[in-house]
């Protein structure tokens, strides 16, 4: 059991790349860390990670060996679920991944009529706009808007995220408002890298989602900056219309071809694959389907 812990800690600190993150995030101290990982290495003979005042970074033999705990860990969860689950009663701390600018309250689903229901539920809100890997990660479910690149994973669609077009009114009275998509090749477009590698718009055309390409004059990989921007005029956006929804209701900015926007967006739950799932992740789950009001997709 002390070899399991000595890896535990090890991978936590991989993932985290800090002491100091691993360290609250297993509720121990900072020094406890240092020397767990200090006996691992001595243990094994070799330096497993590269460590200065600035990052901690695994070495050829500590990348190594972090790869080969993933399926280790994943199924050391999997016993541990297992057993748990006798109990069939949700418990525990459950991990939950989402984007920065996802607004709970606004997409229709209250955490904390969750945390009501199942007081024996803790749950960790970890905020990221990447695919990271659930497993390595420590990650139970990730909520995701739009496409989901992440491989080997179980995909819940939850409801559709309408998209909207939209700038500052300074910005449309000096440049003039677009009558058709194509119109956005003169116009300077802030645009979600995370989306699409290339500068590019969604558009509905003839009843199918068709790929405008753009000018893009800066991109970011979360809404928050794009909609702050075109708030003060840089250029026109393209984001979750429950993002930019208080801004639409104050006239900071103003929408455009809403009659061409697609609505293919969607909020996703994504979790690893498990043949025993945490009661506390299935009636998370359940608890997003009912929610949404939608049915189930895998």
Same mark, same amino acid.
């Given at each position: 059991?002390?070899?399991?812990?000595?890896?535990?800690?090890?991978?936590?600190?991989?993932?985290?790349?800090?002491?100091?993150?691993?360290?609250?995030?297993?509720?121990?101290?900072?020094?406890?860390?240092?020397?767990?990982?200090?006996?691992?290495?001595?243990?094994?003979?070799?330096?497993?990670?590269?460590?200065?005042?600035?990052?901690?970074?695994?070495?050829?033999?500590?990348?190594?060996?972090?790869?080969?705990?993933?399926?280790?860990?994943?199924?050391?969860?999997?016993?541990?679920?297992?057993?748990?689950?006798?109990?069939?009663?949700?418990?525990?701390?459950?991990?939950?991944?989402?984007?920065?600018?996802?607004?709970?309250?606004?997409?229709?689903?209250?955490?904390?009529?969750?945390?009501?229901?199942?007081?024996?539920?803790?749950?960790?809100?970890?905020?990221?706009?990447?695919?990271?890997?659930?497993?390595?990660?420590?990650?139970?479910?990730?909520?995701?808007?739009?496409?989901?690149?992440?491989? /080997?994973?179980?995909?819940?669609?939850?409801?559709?995220?309408?998209?909207?077009?939209?700038?500052?009114?300074?910005?449309?009275?000096?440049?003039?408002?677009?009558?058709?998509?194509?119109?956005?090749?003169?116009?300077?477009?802030?645009?979600?890298?995370?989306? /699409?590698?290339?500068?590019?718009?969604?558009?509905?055309?003839?009843?199918?989602?068709?790929?405008?390409?753009?000018?893009?004059?800066? /991109?970011?990989?979360?809404?928050?900056?794009?909609?702050?921007?075109?708030?003060?005029?840089?250029?026109?956006?393209?984001?979750?219309?429950?993002?930019?929804?208080?801004?639409?209701?104050?006239?900071?900015?103003?929408?455009?071809?809403?009659?061409?926007?697609?609505?293919?967006?969607?909020?996703?739950?994504?979790?690893?694959?498990?043949?025993?799932?945490?009661?506390?992740?299935?009636?998370?789950?359940?608890?997003?389907?009912?929610?949404?009001?939608?049915?189930?997709?895998?």
């Amino acid at each position: 059991m002390e070899d399991l812990q000595q890896l535990k800690v090890f991978g936590e600190v991989v993932a985290r790349k800090s002491f100091t993150r691993a360290a609250v995030a297993m509720g121990i101290s900072k020094a406890s860390v240092t020397k767990i990982v200090a006996q691992l290495e001595k243990g094994v003979g070799v330096r497993l990670l590269n460590r200065s005042t600035r990052s901690v970074t695994p070495t050829d033999a500590g990348q190594t060996l972090a790869r080969r705990l993933v399926p280790l860990f994943g199924l050391l969860q999997e016993l541990s679920t297992e057993l748990s689950d006798f109990a069939a009663h949700p418990r525990g701390r459950l991990r939950v991944a989402a984007p920065h600018g996802l607004s709970l309250s606004q997409l229709g689903w209250q955490i904390e009529d969750f945390i009501a229901d199942h007081p024996d539920v803790h749950v960790s809100i970890h905020l990221s706009n990447r695919d990271d890997d659930l497993v390595m990660g420590g990650i139970d479910v990730a909520l995701r808007i739009g496409p989901i690149e992440a491989r /080997d994973v179980v995909v819940r669609k939850l409801r559709p995220v309408p998209l909207v077009l939209c700038a500052s009114p300074r910005y449309w009275a000096r440049r003039g408002m677009p009558s058709k998509p194509e119109d956005l090749a003169r116009h300077d477009v802030l645009t979600y890298s995370l989306w /699409d590698a290339s500068p590019r718009l969604p558009f509905l055309v003839d009843g199918k989602t068709h790929y405008v390409p753009v000018r893009s004059r800066l /991109d970011a990989d979360d809404a928050a900056p794009l909609i702050a921007l075109a708030v003060k005029g840089l250029g026109v956006t393209c984001v979750p219309e429950v993002l930019a929804r208080a801004h639409l209701g104050s006239g900071a900015l103003v929408p455009v071809l809403k009659d061409a926007m697609p609505q293919t967006i969607w909020l996703y739950a994504t979790y690893a694959h498990r043949d025993h799932k945490s009661a506390a992740l299935r009636a998370f789950l359940d608890f997003l389907t009912s929610s949404a009001g939608t049915v189930p997709s895998h």
